[in-house]
């Protein structure tokens, strides 16, 4: 059950677009559509920014997008926005029937 | 509105027990998987285990298969989580979370998290 491989840290300046990898294996990323994104501010519990690889809940941004292709999937940000910044982190299902959370990665706003 | 509240949380030596609880309201419990995620401190998420809705699927990460049980009470609507012979290693802000289908799903909910430290 290793982590996926999140970048320790992405930045970007307001109104650009960046984009936050997130890479497994075919045992989790790639072999299933059951990766979710989550942003989590200091002090607070995450929340649920995109699943099921593509699909934003409702409430979320649409500057928040997902895709995936192979074993990394992908969180991008458009218009970036001072409140964008946050921790992320990528989940996914494994068939070892288990959930894997990657490392998480650091969102700066210049 | 769906509200999860954690509790028991402390500080607790290597080897002694502990049990975590979740009250949770604003939706069918019975029916919602329910998952414990923690993170220690500065470090990320970690996912720990999973229930279903009945309480008949349970699921744990290795790093605590054999030590951690995870089960409910769907006439409280409360999730639990027992520590048993936790090591220091396990020190982490505990998650409860809805989940929204057995492990291929998504946590669509979380309570604010209750510190467990273990210390000598």
């Known amino acids: 059950q290793s982590a996926l491989t999140q970048p320790a840290s992405v930045s970007g300046s307001p109104g650009q677009s960046i984009t936050i990898s997130c890479t497994g294996t075919n045992s989790d990323v790639g072999g299933y559509n059951y990766v979710s994104w989550y942003q989590q501010h200091p002090g607070k519990a995450p929340k649920v920014m995109i699943y099921d690889v593509t699909i934003r809940p409702s409430g979320v941004s649409n500057r928040f997008s997902g895709s995936k292709s192979g074993n990394t999937a992908s969180l991008t940000i458009s218009g970036l926005q001072a409140e964008d910044e946050a921790d992320y982190y990528c989940?996914?299902?494994?068939?070892?029937?288990?959930?894997?959370f990657g490392g998480g990665t650091k969102v700066v706003v210049l | 509105e769906v509200e999860l509240l954690e509790s028991g949380g402390g500080l607790v030596q290597p080897g002694e027990s502990l049990r975590l609880s979740c009250g949770a309201s604003?939706?069918?419990?019975?029916?919602?998987?329910m998952t414990w995620v923690r993170q220690a401190p500065g470090k990320g998420l970690e996912w720990v285990s999973l229930?279903?809705?009945?309480?008949?699927?349970?699921y744990y990460a290795d790093s605590v298969k054999g030590r951690f049980t995870v089960s409910r009470d769907n006439s409280k609507n409360t999730l639990y989580l027992e520590l048993n012979s936790p090591r220091v290693e396990d020190t982490a802000v505990y998650y409860c979370?809805?989940?929204?289908?057995?492990?291929?799903?998504?946590?669509?909910?979380w309570g604010q998290g209750t510190l467990v430290t273990v210390s000598s």
């Open positions: 229930i279903s809705g009945s309480g008949a699927g349970r």
């Open positions: 604003g939706f069918t419990f019975s029916t919602s998987p």
């Open positions: 979370a809805k989940e929204v289908r057995v492990l291929t799903g998504y946590r669509d909910y």
């Open positions: 989940s996914s299902y494994t068939s070892s029937n288990t959930v894997v």
